[in-house]
């Protein structure tokens, strides 16, 4: 008995060594605390997840890149495309998990009809969230943009305003800290829950499910099929978590698989 003993610690201290590490960079409301979720289930399969809390959308790539970090859970395919063209980087698309509908937001108005002429509107400051809201804002019959199809789109871009609507640009991190300071805020929906706002009832105007801005899973592409890596997917996109989804974040946030 003894002898299988001291067999039986041999083998749980092996397992234990055996245990591999993903750190993985995420952004507070809904990344990190879906990771979190299915820390447990990721340690049975020998995976230790370590999830790295950031409140920006450029170190996690730049990290991921520069392989501090084994992958990074914060974006959608449009942003990781244009990071990707203008840092020089090929980080790629693990997974697609769930969406985070965009939203317009107002303190001071309750519809988009109250909204008075000279507006000011605040909208991200990156290419891809930016040419998003803008879109979006189009979409409520706000402005009108010279290509509708242009996930780009620029302030420049717009050919009809006829409230005269003020633009601003702010890093979209930042956003929920000015709504009380202008009309209209255009808010991620993580950088929205983090602010306690509830994008099913506080929105003015969500995007609907048909929109292409999944969150993905990215990592290096010599990094994107190891078994540490595909056992992070098999837990992301477990009925587990479509549930955990589901139940935590009533509609503001949706699973994508």
């Known amino acids: 008995m003894k002898k299988l003993l ?23 409301v809904p990344h990190a605390e879906i990771l979190e979720f299915i820390k447990p289930a990721l340690a049975k399969e020998g995976v230790d997840l370590k999830v790295k809390v950031f409140t920006d959308y450029v170190q996690p790539n730049v990290q991921v890149a520069e392989k501090r970090l084994d992958a990074n859970f ?4 449009p942003y990781l495309n244009e ?29 988009l009809a109250e909204l008075p002429d000279g507006a000011n509107v605040v909208i991200p400051n990156d290419a891809t969230n930016g040419g998003r809201a803008l879109l979006l ?21 717009i050919t009809e305003n006829s409230k005269g609507l003020k633009f601003r640009e702010l890093e979209a991190a930042t956003i929920p800290r000015v709504l009380t300071q202008v009309d209209l805020a255009l808010i991620n929906t993580n950088y929205a ?3 306690k706002l509830d994008p099913s009832k506080d929105a003015l ?3 609907g499910s048909d929109s292409p801005y ?20 098999a837990a ?22």
């Open 74 to 77: 914060f974006q959608h395919q």
């Open 137 to 157: 804002l189009e979409k409520a019959g706000l402005i009108k943009l010279k290509d509708s199809t242009n996930i780009l789109s620029t302030i420049k871009d």
């Open 6 to 28: 001291v067999a039986f610690a041999a083998v749980a201290a092996f397992s234990a060594h055996a245990a591999e590490t993903l750190t993985v960079a995420a952004t507070p």
């Open 214 to 233: 999944v969150n993905i899973l990215v990592a290096r592409p010599d990094d994107k099929d190891s078994d540490a890596m595909k056992k992070l997917v």
């Open 236 to 257: 992301l996109h477990s009925p587990e978590v479509k549930a955990f989804i589901l139940e935590k974040y009533k509609g503001a946030v949706l699973p994508a698989f």
């Open 83 to 111: 990071f990707n063209k203008a840092k020089g980087t090929n980080l790629v698309s693990v997974a697609g998990v769930h969406l985070e509908p965009l939203g317009v937001y107002s303190s001071k108005y309750k519809s």
């Open 205 to 207: 105007v969500i995007e």
């Open 193 to 195: 829950l983090e602010a």
